[in-house]
């Protein structure tokens, strides 16, 4: 027969053998410590098992039937609550935190978060520097008070005035014997502490003196004798300021302070394990007094940003889609806003999931200006900046060989958030822009400017159709992506290594394999013309687009308010092919779960990622999936029409410096705000001035208004202003004879000129 074997950290464990067939009634014998009063009979035997320990007795004639049966659960303390373990990973080991926290493993982190330490002491420094003479009126007024305040005090415990309720009440008993007695101690008390207090006022009547004498003041009487003590007037500066402070915090009102905060510190909730299970138990996905249906914990608490991140373990039976069910009342039993709970997927069990509470609101903070606004030339196969996740971290997307999808309903920041990636793009020189808008709206107008191919809503226009403009680009852009893989395939081994193009090829004029960036906003109007035949043929080609282009160098940029698609039979397939074959997709809020899954892709709800429950009030919030392993919810940076334009005038110079501006923006004219040139003029004239030099003129135009006037001539200012029948005249200026004008005649000109 064999012992019981009891693996460690196992419940107790007892192992059975059955006696030979020809005695079934033989009784089955349990390990030391065991006890079973079920026999052979009552207890059938399961199918053979391997034996793993080793059999004691003889063994002819038995047929291996060993088993283990579980005794008892493993020991658990209810009085305690839920044990507090690590969190396990794949192969059994735990997870380890960093040694240095993910902002601080990156140069670049590094330098952000310095900057940010800087910046924050830079303000708490200028902001009490120019509150100095506040706080020395307000430390003088409360060290008054506070020496009054200290002096009352001296005088009470001299007066041993804490005895007064003890008189009183012997007085009011009738009771004279105490009430002598501590009138006498009260008289021997107030005696050694008037000393005292004597004592104290004596050594401040002759030390201060002394000290003052010693530290290079007026040196009378026994100070004259004294030793001089060098920069003493420095040290007793210190304890004078030193008991100015400590009096003026004796003398502060309550709930006053000496020196203001610079920085207001946000007010936020708690969480505590105890609040966490109040919050599950509340939402009824556990049960504290069943066994087995106790919430615990896969993980310590621990501070994560501006918030707390803790794992959960669910009963058993309940999993990632309850909890993410019961998020809202999840966020009411923490008392916290829905905005600040997530719940994301744990990967070792579908019953353990993470659990972040953010201090307060991280969406309602806005990102900020985007920081393409410096206008410095960026590297399309870097990731391009894109806004804060909840946590307050930098969230870029990688656009090399993806394709990526941007989806909302109307009016919730969709168009601006696809327009920041298309600038980030406009802002690499080599990089190939085509932009169509099926709306027309102004917001893509100005990639005019740096565009190869445009065109903007489906009405005609002295451009021509925006439909036909598109359909031949889509025919032209599968060719070159066709000829791309024919031609890389071709290349040596040393100059296309992996037989995919690289910063070396795409950079290469003689190549002409630049890497391209289709930018399709509203693209739901290109699969609802009024030609069914013109429908099939672009989805089929923005098919073929979305599924082949990426890896030639070609990025995808769609954008809808439509994403549950349009029309119905083989044009509403190749809608939905089109649309689920992108590999990064971004969802602002919508308005349901379901459209949500649309945009991020099938499995996202459950996976407890929802865009239909971000607050109508944030602009530009949504969930980016697909760009890394993490999917946050990202406040993206804002790009307004005026910050675009800038942008895209300083895209427009890069490639014109570079020698890549071509297609339709090269033949385009830069656009220029319609200015007063007369009014203008007038402006920048000195007061004084009776005359000033077409060269003056222009230089001073241009450089005050650089955008409307940065390219201006003499020549030119003169023939727009003698338009207005202004005269031109001589005139001296630094010495020398020049044809200008005179202010006279310009402001002549503005007074009656006709409306």
């Given at each position: 027969?064999?012992?019981?074997?009891?693996?460690?950290?196992?419940?107790?464990?007892?192992?059975?053998?059955?006696?030979?067939?020809?005695?079934?009634?033989?009784?089955?014998?349990?390990?030391?410590?065991?006890?079973?009063?079920?026999?052979?009979?009552?207890?059938?035997?399961?199918?053979?098992?391997?034996?793993?320990?080793?059999?004691?007795?003889?063994?002819?004639?038995?047929?291996?039937?060993?088993?283990?049966?579980?005794?008892?659960?493993?020991?658990?303390?209810?009085?305690?609550?839920?044990?507090?373990?690590?969190?396990?990973?794949?192969?059994?080991?735990?997870?380890?935190?960093?040694?240095?926290?993910?902002?601080?493993?990156?140069?670049?982190?590094?330098?952000?978060?310095?900057?940010?330490?800087?910046?924050?002491?830079?303000?708490?420094?200028?902001?009490?520097?120019?509150?100095?003479?506040?706080?020395?009126?307000?430390?003088?007024?409360?060290?008054?008070?506070?020496?009054?305040?200290?002096?009352?005090?001296?005088?009470?415990?001299?007066?041993?005035?804490?005895?007064?309720?003890?008189?009183?009440?012997?007085?009011?008993?009738?009771?004279?014997?105490?009430?002598?007695?501590?009138?006498?101690?009260?008289?021997?008390?107030?005696?050694?502490?008037?000393?005292?207090?004597?004592?104290?006022?004596?050594?401040?009547?002759?030390?201060?003196?002394?000290?003052?004498?010693?530290?290079?003041?007026h040196r009378t009487g026994l100070a004259a004798h004294l030793p001089q003590v060098p920069h003493g007037r420095l040290g007793l500066?210190?304890?004078?300021?030193?008991?100015?402070?400590?009096?003026?915090?004796?003398?502060?009102?309550?709930?006053?302070?000496?020196?203001?905060?610079?920085?207001?510190?946000?007010?936020?909730?708690?969480?505590?394990?105890?609040?966490?299970?109040?919050?599950?138990?509340?939402?009824?996905?556990?049960?504290?007094?069943?066994?087995?249906?106790?919430?615990?914990?896969?993980?310590?608490?621990?501070a994560d940003g501006d918030g707390s991140r803790v794992v959960i373990d669910l009963p058993y039976g309940k999993g990632l889609d309850?909890?993410?069910?019961?998020?809202?009342?999840?966020?009411?039993?923490?008392?916290?806003?829905?905005?600040?709970?997530?719940?994301?997927?744990?990967?070792?069990?579908?019953?353990?999931?993470?659990?972040?509470?953010?201090?307060?609101?991280?969406?309602?903070?806005?990102?900020?200006?985007?920081?393409?606004?410096?206008?410095?030339?960026?590297?399309?196969?870097?990731?391009?900046?894109?806004?804060?996740?909840?946590?307050?971290?930098?969230?870029?997307?990688?656009?090399?060989?993806?394709?990526?999808?941007?989806?909302?309903?109307?009016?919730?920041?969709?168009?601006?958030?696809?327009?920041?990636?298309?600038?980030?793009?406009?802002?690499?020189?080599?990089?190939?822009?085509?932009?169509?808008?099926?709306?027309?709206?102004?917001?893509?107008?100005?990639?005019?400017?740096?565009?190869?191919?445009?065109?903007?809503?489906?009405?005609?226009?002295?451009?021509?159709?925006?439909?036909?403009?598109?359909?031949?680009?889509?025919?032209?852009?599968?060719?070159?992506?066709?000829?791309?893989?024919?031609?890389?395939?071709?290349?040596?081994?040393?100059?296309?290594?992996?037989?995919?193009?690289?910063?070396?090829?795409?950079?290469?004029?003689?190549?002409?394999?630049?890497?391209?960036?289709?930018?399709?906003?509203?693209?739901?109007?290109?699969?609802?013309?009024?030609?069914?035949?013109?429908?099939?043929?672009?989805?089929?080609?923005?098919?073929?687009?979305?599924?082949?282009?990426?890896?030639?160098?070609?990025?995808?940029?769609?954008?809808?308010?439509?994403?549950?698609?349009?029309?119905?039979?083989?044009?509403?397939?190749?809608?939905?092919?089109?649309?689920?074959?992108?590999?990064?997709?971004?969802?602002?809020?919508?308005?349901?779960?379901?459209?949500?899954?649309?945009?991020?892709?099938?499995?996202?709800?459950?996976?407890?990622?929802?865009?239909?429950?971000?607050?109508?009030?944030?602009?530009?919030?949504?969930?980016?999936?697909?760009?890394?392993?993490?999917?946050?919810?990202?406040?993206?940076?804002?790009?307004?029409?005026?910050?675009?334009?800038?942008?895209?005038?300083?895209?427009?110079?890069?490639?014109?410096?570079?020698?890549?501006?071509?297609?339709?923006a090269a033949g385009q004219q830069v656009v220029r705000q319609v200015r007063d040139v007369l009014a203008d003029a007038r402006s920048?004239?000195?007061?004084?001035?009776?005359?000033?030099?077409?060269?003056?003129?222009?230089?001073?135009?241009?450089?005050?208004?650089?955008?409307?006037?940065?390219?201006?001539?003499?020549?030119?200012?003169?023939?727009?202003?003698?338009?207005?029948?202004?005269?031109?005249?001589?005139?001296?200026?630094?010495?020398?004879?020049?044809?200008?004008?005179?202010?006279?005649?310009?402001?002549?000109?503005?007074?009656?000129?006709?409306?």
């Open positions: 027969m064999s012992e019981a074997m009891r693996r460690p950290g196992d419940a107790e464990v007892i192992r059975l053998r059955p006696e030979p067939a020809s005695d079934p009634a033989a009784n089955t014998t349990t390990a030391p410590g065991a006890s079973t009063d079920a026999d052979a009979s009552t207890n059938p035997a399961p199918p053979a098992a391997p034996v793993d320990g080793p059999v004691e007795g003889p063994v002819e004639g038995l047929r291996d039937t060993s088993y283990e049966v579980v005794l008892d659960e493993p020991a658990s303390d209810a009085a305690s609550g839920p044990p507090i373990v690590s969190a396990t990973v794949e192969g059994g080991g735990v997870e380890v935190r960093p040694v240095l926290p993910p902002a601080l493993r990156s140069r670049a982190g590094f330098v952000a978060a310095a900057r940010r330490v800087v910046a924050r002491w830079r303000h708490t420094c200028a902001y009490h520097l120019v509150r100095v003479p506040l706080y020395g009126l307000r430390v003088g007024a409360y060290a008054v008070a506070g020496a009054v305040r200290v002096a009352r005090r001296q005088v009470r415990w001299w007066w041993v005035a804490e005895q007064h309720q003890l008189r009183q009440a012997a007085a009011a008993m009738g009771d004279a014997g105490l009430w002598l007695k501590l009138h006498r101690e009260a008289r021997h008390v107030r005696v050694w502490r008037g000393i005292a207090l004597a004592a104290e006022v004596a050594a401040l009547v002759v030390v201060v003196p002394a000290v003052w004498a010693a530290t290079g003041g500066a210190v304890v004078a300021l030193g008991m100015v402070v400590w009096l003026a915090q004796a003398g502060r009102p309550a709930g006053k302070k000496l020196i203001t905060g610079a920085v207001a510190t946000s007010r936020y909730r708690t969480i505590t394990a105890d609040v966490i299970l109040r919050a599950y138990y509340a939402a009824k996905l556990g049960d504290p007094d069943k066994p087995g249906q106790q919430i615990q914990f896969g993980s310590t608490m621990a309850d909890a993410i069910k019961a998020r809202p009342a999840i966020a009411s039993g923490l008392d916290v806003s829905l905005s600040q709970v997530f719940i994301t997927r744990d990967p070792t069990s579908h019953r353990r999931h993470v659990l972040w509470v953010a201090n307060r609101d991280p969406l309602a903070i806005p990102a900020g200006r985007t920081p393409l606004l410096a206008c410095k030339p960026t590297d399309i196969w870097e990731p391009a900046p894109f806004g804060l996740d909840e946590r307050g971290g930098k969230v870029t997307v990688p656009m090399m060989w993806n394709s990526i999808l941007v989806g909302a309903q109307p009016r919730q920041g969709k168009t601006f958030s696809a327009r920041l990636l298309a600038l980030y793009a406009a802002l690499d020189p080599y990089v190939r822009l085509s932009v169509f808008d099926g709306k027309g709206s102004p917001d893509w107008r100005k990639f005019a400017l740096v565009a190869h191919d445009c065109a903007f809503g489906m009405a005609i226009s002295r451009d021509g159709d925006p439909l036909e403009t598109f359909t031949e680009f889509l025919r032209t852009i599968k060719a070159d992506v066709q000829d791309r893989y024919q031609r890389l395939s071709e290349l040596p081994a040393e100059v296309c290594p992996e037989g995919k193009l690289t910063r070396d090829i795409a950079r290469d004029p003689r190549y002409n394999m630049p890497v391209r960036l289709v930018v399709l906003d509203e693209f739901q109007e290109y699969f609802d013309t009024p030609d069914p035949d013109t429908n099939k043929e672009i989805g089929q080609l923005l098919l073929f687009l979305v599924k082949v282009a990426p890896a030639a160098g070609v990025i995808v940029l769609d954008a809808t308010q439509r994403p549950s698609g349009v029309g119905s039979g083989q044009v509403a397939q190749l809608f939905t092919s089109f649309r689920d074959n992108h590999q990064i997709r971004f969802s602002l809020r919508t308005g349901s779960w379901q459209v949500s899954d649309l945009v991020l892709g099938s499995g996202a709800y459950s996976e407890g990622f929802d865009s239909s429950t971000l607050l109508p009030t944030y602009k530009g919030v949504g969930i980016l999936r697909g760009a890394t392993d993490a999917t946050p919810t990202v406040r993206t940076f804002l790009a307004d029409a005026e910050d675009a334009e800038k942008i895209l005038t300083a895209a427009r110079s890069l490639r014109e410096q570079a020698g890549t501006l071509s297609g339709y920048v004239i000195n007061a004084g001035e009776t005359f000033i030099s077409w060269q003056e003129l222009a230089a001073r135009l241009a450089e005050r208004l650089p955008t409307s006037y940065g390219q201006l001539t003499a020549d030119a200012i003169s023939a727009q202003i003698r338009a207005f029948d202004v005269p031109s005249v001589n005139g001296k200026h630094g010495g020398r004879v020049l044809k200008g004008v005179k202010t006279d005649a310009i402001q002549h000109a503005i007074e009656h000129r006709s409306p």
